[in-house]
């Protein structure tokens, strides 16, 4: 027996889920962004081109709840009133290439971990409207982690220095 056939989710609870998890991502990519501004344009040019993919989703799972008649069930509270700033910091700006390189990996272990979290909600997906969706995600979810890691990687070797 799969032992992920028991942990099927209703569909709202997947839309809300996969909502949230999007939403918080794109808060991060746009911190993201916004960090490396003035330090490395590239890397905060890549960070705006994620973050209007996870705008792209958000909008697409708007969709998929409204012809589900679930719009109730994204919480798009959740976009609006978490804040962007991570106050947790001890500078906003990246100030030099170790605080870059600590930033790009933590974003890339952040996007393996969200394509992991999407990847979990596909296995457990017993509803087929959401089939598409959830595969597309995966399927998204997984280039954006291999281009964050390509970047890293470029970045280590000195090709963005």
């Keep these: 027996m799969n032992n992920l056939a028991a942990l099927s989710l209703l569909p709202q609870e997947q839309l809300n889920l996969a909502y949230s998890n999007e939403a918080s991502e794109l808060k ?19 960070m705006t081109a994620i973050s209007m993919e996870c705008v792209h989703r958000l909008c697409n799972l708007q969709e998929v709840a409204r012809k589900m008649d679930l719009c109730a069930c994204v ?21 030099d290439d ?3 390189d600590q930033l790009l990996a933590r974003a890339e272990e952040a996007a ?6 999407f990847g979990w909600l596909l296995e457990t997906n ?8 959830l595969f597309e995600f995966v ?17 280590a070797i000195g090709f963005y220095k």
């Design 139 to 155: 399927t998204q979810k997984s280039n954006e982690f291999r281009i964050i890691q390509e970047c890293r990687e470029q970045r």
């Design 98 to 100: 170790q605080m870059g």
């Design 126 to 133: 017993a509803t087929p409207e959401l089939h598409n969706t």
């Design 112 to 117: 393996k971990l969200s394509c992991t979290f």
């Design 28 to 46: 991060r990519y746009k911190w993201l962004a916004l960090t490396f501004l003035p330090f490395d344009s590239s890397v905060s040019r890549l």
């Design 75 to 95: 919480n798009t509270e959740a976009l609006e009133k978490s804040p962007l700033l991570n106050t947790k910091e001890p500078h906003f700006f990246v100030v």
